[in-house]
């Protein structure tokens, strides 16, 4: 008790203390003298924003925003990024829109990619706020422009971007004990004429589990692959590519498999606005080899298999959210009846003031499970998952609701007690 009352005490003084200082402080500029700015940016670091620049005020409602500064990236082909940040004039600004984009490297750090669009963030954002009252405090400052910045330097690596990447993991208990490891390798090459790209992944997984002094279940599954993709650009909005590689997966009784697939796309709007909005269909069709680690149940431990495939895909991402969905169709030309086809779709939409909706969901019908092993599946092979069980359909559906309100402004930061403090 005498512990709690000093503390009691303590915590007492320094409120106290701490009070006039408060009611020294400046007030606040009046939040009807900023912009208002509603951010739509999944990358973005908006706390850095909130504390370098400071001229306008982040509101969490498109509806009383000045401006909606709408983010969307692309990968390049070296690995970085493309991003388009639209700037949306809102009710006194409707119609004084204006698009900025820039790009960020591959090896641009998170530090590198907040600093950059800060300043692209603040350069499109100024010709609004030098409209307000806050005017008179705004100033410019231009960097030195040298000659480096301006010359393209020469590339010795001719567009080629490469990447290596692995590592394992141990863990267990007195009876149970599991290891994993991976690796990958890729290759690419994009230009606005030609896309190349050439990876290969090997994984192993093994777990061991002991029932008692005498008996051990061992869980096994290991699996690699080869993929190659190369496409050639027909204008803005044909391309001519194919696929090629080959795998091997323990799962899926393949020992071997290899397969050629060229094909065509159609992409009804330009290719230059697939951050915003795409229709695409594609056809590919080739062969596929395939040996079996054990007989199927179609008798076979090797065949080859003439196949094509149909893919068509829609995608939209506009200021009041985002909408997905896809259809593919994979079918055996030598069985027709042999086929595989999926259905997806995902949205992400603002339906009024503060209230979203999301959803996601997929199903898969599946009449081509030609690798399924002839023999018994054991129960622990079926418990733990080593070996694919037949099946005529899969699916998965989820869906999720929100409602914010209240304040509308959300320019302060304030990281007290946001980190792992334990105890708690």
């Known amino acids: 008790m005498k512990t709690l009352s000093v503390c009691a005490s303590l915590i007492l003084v320094l409120f106290l203390a701490a009070a006039p200082a408060r009611a020294q402080a400046p007030p606040p500029p009046a939040a009807a003298s900023l912009l208002k700015v509603f951010l739509d940016c999944n990358q973005c670091d908006s706390d850095y924003l909130k504390r370098n620049v400071t001229f306008v005020d982040y509101v969490l409602d498109r509806e009383v925003a000045d401006v909606h500064v709408f983010v969307t990236t ?52 100024v010709g609004y706020a030098a409209t307000l ?3 008179g405090q705004l100033d410019v400052v231009a960097p030195i422009k040298s000659a480096a910045a301006v010359t393209p330097a020469k590339d010795r690596w001719n567009y080629w971007v490469f990447e290596a990447g692995g590592g394992a993991n141990l863990n267990g208990q007195s009876l149970d004990k599991s290891s994993s490891y991976y690796g990958n390798v890729s290759a690419s090459r994009t230009t606005e004429e030609w896309k190349i790209n050439i990876s290969a992944s090997r994984s192993e997984n093994r777990s061991d589990f002991q029932l008692d002094p005498e008996t051990i279940i061992v869980s ?10 190369v496409v050639k650009s027909l204008g803005s909005n044909w ?9 091997h997966s323990s799962f899926s009784n393949e020992d071997r498999t290899f397969t050629v697939m060229p094909g065509i796309e159609y992409e009804v709007f330009p290719y230059s606005e697939s951050s915003e909005r795409s229709l695409t269909f594609q056809y590919t069709i080739g062969p596929t080899y395939y040996r079996y680690v054990e007989e199927t149940i179609y008798d076979q431990l090797s065949e080859t298999v003439p196949r094509h495939a149909f893919n068509a895909s829609l995608g939209l991402r506009q200021p009041w959210g985002s909408v997905g969905a ?20 995902s949205a992400d939409v603002r339906i009024f003031k503060g209230f979203s909706f999301n959803m996601f969901g997929e199903y898969s019908k599946i009449a081509d499970q030609i690798g399924l092993p002839k023999s018994f599946l054991s129960t622990e092979e079926i418990l733990l998952q080593t070996r694919q069980r037949p099946t005529n359909h899969s699916y998965y559906f989820g869906v999720g609701l929100s409602y914010r309100f209240g304040s509308i402004f959300n320019s302060t930061v304030n990281p007290r007690f946001g980190g792992s403090h334990g105890g708690f």
């Open 326 to 345: 896809s259809v593919n169709l994979s079918q055996q030309l030598n069985h027709t009846d042999r086929y595989h086809i999926g259905v997806s779709g």
């Open 74 to 125: 692309e990968g390049t082909g070296g690995g970085g990024e493309a991003w388009t940040v639209k700037f949306i004039g809102v009710g006194k600004f409707q119609g004084q829109d204006r698009t900025l984009t820039f790009t960020t490297s591959s090896i641009a750090t998170a530090d590198d990619r907040r600093k950059e669009f800060a300043r692209i963030f603040r350069v499109g954002i």
């Open 133 to 135: 009252s806050t005017a």
């Open 239 to 247: 391309s001519l590519g194919g696929r090629a590689g080959g795998s």
């Open 220 to 229: 096994r599954r290991s699996s690699w692959g080869v993929s190659s993709l």
